[in-house]
């Protein structure tokens, strides 16, 4: 067996590894994130170059908690958008959409959000405002 054919044989055997376009680390396109204790498994989609944006650890550390209820939420999950009430205490890990009026950034679960049908998105990557 030749050299070349050798070395095309092991590298059928690793999963596909990107250069992420905006991080520029290498990674593969799916995996596990991990953030805040939670991890999940995600597979990235390909951009117009058939590469991927980000590597999954930076993927990991764009993850947030929900304001209200103090779970993670990872990229692609939906968000809701709410007004605090009363006397409620900004948690430092909250997130501020908008800041008149106030609004933070929170998760679908039970403890965040009022009902489904509150979600006002979803948790993407992007620049900040």
Avoid at 17 to 39: D, E, N
Wanted: aromatic share 10%; hydrophobic share 35%.
């Amino acid at each position: 067996m030749s050299l070349s054919n050798l070395f095309l044989r092991l590298s059928s055997l690793n999963p596909r590894r990107y250069k992420a376009v905006k991080c520029s680390h290498r990674t593969q396109r799916s995996g596990s994130v991990s953030a805040f204790g939670r991890t999940i498994t995600t597979k990235m989609p390909k951009n117009d170059n058939g590469s991927v944006e980000y590597c999954l650890d930076c993927i990991g550390k764009m993850t947030i908690r929900g304001a209200w209820c103090g779970d993670p939420f990872f990229i692609g999950d939906p968000i809701t958008l709410y007004t605090p009430r009363g006397d409620f205490q900004v948690p430092e890990h909250a997130v501020i959409y908008n800041k008149e009026p106030l609004q933070l950034v929170g998760c679908l679960g039970w403890n965040c959000a009022d009902t489904g049908a509150d979600r006002a998105g979803f948790w993407l990557p992007g620049e900040r405002r």
